[in-house]
C-alpha cells in the first residue's frame, strides 16, 4: 500500500511549511492526482487521516483534483491527451510516446491557521 507513504510525506510536507510560516495547524489540503498515478483517493483519504493523528494536520479537510495524463507524440510532435498506458497516439496512432503529466501525486494548496 504505496497510499500509506505518500499520505506520510505529504502530511509531513504540509507540516513543514505551516510550522516556518508560523501556523499552528493545517486545516485543508488540495492534491493533484494524476490518472497514470496509480493511486487509489479513498485509500490515500484513509491513510491520510490515521497518520495525521496527533500532527499539526490531524483534521484538515482533503480536496482531490484529477490530471487528466498527457503525452508527447515523437511521430507527429503533438502533445495528446491519453486514457490508457500503452495505447496509440489518438491523433496519428503512433505508438511512440512519453508521457508529458498526470503520472504524479502533488500537493497544490495548503490552508492554515
Known sequence: MHEMSLAMAAIDLAAE??????????????LEIGSFSCVDQSTIAFCFEA??????????????????????CYDCSKTVQLSERGQPCPDCGGYKLRVAQGDSLRITDIEVS
Open 51 to 72: 497518520a495525521a493523528k496527533g500532527t499539526v494536520v490531524e483534521g484538515a479537510r482533503l480536496h482531490f483534483q484529477h490530471k487528466t495524463a498527457e503525452g508527447w
Open 17 to 30: 511549511q505551516a510550522t516556518q510560516r508560523g501556523f499552528h495547524r493545517v486545516t485543508a489540503l488540495w
